[in-house]
């Protein structure tokens, strides 16, 4: 292999140990990606790794969706595309930060949410409701889950902005069956109903209502605790939907 593709193994070798891929696993993908099929002596040989030693690594990278096993007798390996691999990486990255967060932050940050109580909790009115939604959705977050139930937040500039959000995070939308949602980007369930709308970010939910007059209320809360119960939640509901309107 080049010094630079060395070069690049040794940086991203760095990163990747955080998350419990070794320089091998990476070096085998890369040999894979630059040399097209390769059976595992070749892979031994080209590695300088003895012949044993090759299977190990070669049944993580096949479990993990990197490469891909082709015929028998031999057997050949061949790297699937970087950029899959790389959304798989990402997906598993996204999974252990949320689990670190989950785990230790979460547990932390109610400690001290207990402690000091420095949140706000803010009714919102009708009128101000989709002023809100935009704040709420220009926050920094590293996700954004969104119920909507209610044909009145279903606007063009809401589609715009949640598509926007969703090529640098995690975005997520449940709308019930009546509401149509055309985007291609967008990851949309649907449900039959929901008792009412909201957001959910890293750090904040905003809960929507509608009263027996037809008048939508919101509820605007920073509070860990309420931010956490939406996340369940949501994340419950979200099993549950279905993925198309049929």
Known sequence: MSQSIDDILAKLGNIARAFGISRNELKLYFVLLLNGKMTAKEISDA?????????PILTKLEGRGWITRVGKRP????????????????????ENLEKIERDIILPISLLLTSQTSFYNIALVQQENIAKTVKQVLSENSSKYYVALSFEELLTEDLIKILEVNSYKTDVKIIATKNLKIDSKTLKVRYLDSMFGSGIITS???????????????GMYSNHV??????????????DKADKTMG
């Open 225 to 238: 605790y309420f931010v956490e119960i939406g996340k369940v939640y949501f994340e419950y509901l979200w």
């Open 75 to 94: 057997s050949y390996y061949v790297a699937n595309p970087i950029r899959d691999v790389w959304g798989n990486v990402k997906k598993s990255i996204l």
């Open 203 to 217: 750090n904040s939910i905003f809960l929507i209502i509608k009263t027996q007059g037809n008048v939508l209320l």
């Open 47 to 55: 590695m300088n790794i003895s012949y044993t030693k090759i299977y």
